[in-house]
């Protein structure tokens, strides 16, 4: 089955991966809830730092998880090695974000799926809370960075529940449990992110970043998002682009734009020049995380401490003061 079009999405043959599926061992099989619950731990891959956070949480006690991707890896360009592919089959359990946002990831996936339990967390997402991009942006796939709207994210964690109650069932209580007091830290955050975001005046709630990953968020709390690049970074951005973007910032006066921790910094300050050009000088307002995490061990290497800086990086340097 192909894990992409079970979401209902199209995967366009312009975006299928090339993988070294010769290094997926040929032998490998399912392996029972029995058989798992003897080593003590479920032994599970997740594809980035977002869903390997959120595993860790529901999972627990329960659950040894490990991130492929980690600090500053931009998922929408890795690649497998042919030790990450090794890894990937040897997992008890893998977890993905999905929406094709680990498009290059496709098809080592499905393989995966014929042999270890494979879910995609958006998979709880109701279809008609995801973003159409406009023009066929991303080859007819929804926008997949939804887990920049908290509320969104909380249907990940009811997936990830789900997906490990079915494989380990003796724990499902506790996985359900664990599911709930996380979306009650959702909903906490939820509401800081509104409180945050209403300080910014009407006219300055425009958010330029590097690459259009920022949809979900600006819908939720109310600002007009553009990025430089398309929905995936392998879109490259255009001269046409560029001045499009300083003609907007001048227009509206914008203090800020923001380079992401995945992304070269140079797409953006070409920006910052175009503008400067024009008679407006606007600063870079920070490094925000978008499509990875910070540091292991540091608040920014967690889901809840990625989004509590970003707002806090986004509010801050747009009202030109500190966020409260």
């Known amino acids: 089955m192909n894990l992409e079009l079970a979401r209902g999405t199209r995967i366009s043959s312009r975006m299928r991966p090339i993988v070294a599926l010769g290094a997926i061992p040929a ?71 999905g929406l094709f946002l680990e498009g290059n990831l496709g098809e080592v996936l499905e393989q995966a799926e014929n042999r270890i339990p494979v879910t995609a967390v958006s998979a709880g997402v109701p279809e008609d809370e995801l973003i159409q991009p406009e023009d066929d942006a991303f080859y007819g796939n929804p926008d997949p960075h939804f887990w920049f709207d908290p509320t969104l994210w909380s249907f990940a964690a009811d997936e990830a529940a789900r997906a ?63 990025g430089l690049q398309g929905i995936s970074t392998a879109t490259e951005a255009g001269v046409r682009d560029v001045q499009s973007i300083a003609d907007l910032l001048v227009a509206n006066e914008v203090r800020a ?46 889901y809840l401490g990625m989004m509590r800086y970003d707002i806090d990086t986004i509010v801050a340097s747009l009202i030109g003061g500190e966020a409260e």
């Open 257 to 302: 734009i923001f380079v992401e921790t995945s992304v070269p910094e140079r797409t953006i300050e070409s920006v910052q020049v175009a503008a400067s050009d024009r008679g407006w000088e606007v600063a870079i307002g920070g490094s925000l995380y978008s499509d990875a995490m910070g540091d292991e061990g540091t608040d920014e290497g967690t």
């Open 164 to 226: 490990l109650s079915e494989i380990d069932g003796d724990h499902a209580d506790a996985y359900v449990a664990n599911a709930e007091s996380y979306k009650a830290q959702l909903i906490e955050l939820d509401e800081y992110a509104v409180a945050q975001f209403s300080r910014i005046p009407e006219q300055s709630r425009v958010l330029v970043t590097a690459h259009d990953a920022f949809g979900y968020l600006g819908r939720r709390y109310g600002l007009d998002v553009v």
């Open 27 to 97: 032998m490998m099989h399912w392996r029972t809830a029995a058989a798992l619950a003897q080593d003590g731990q479920l032994q599970g891959i997740a594809t980035t730092g977002q869903v390997g956070d959120l595993i860790r949480i529901i999972g627990a006690d329960y659950v040894d998880i490990r991130a492929l991707m980690g600090p500053g890896v931009d998922p929408h360009l890795f690649r497998a090695s042919e030790q990450d592919v090794i890894d990937l089959i040897d997992s008890d359990i893998i977890f993905y974000s």
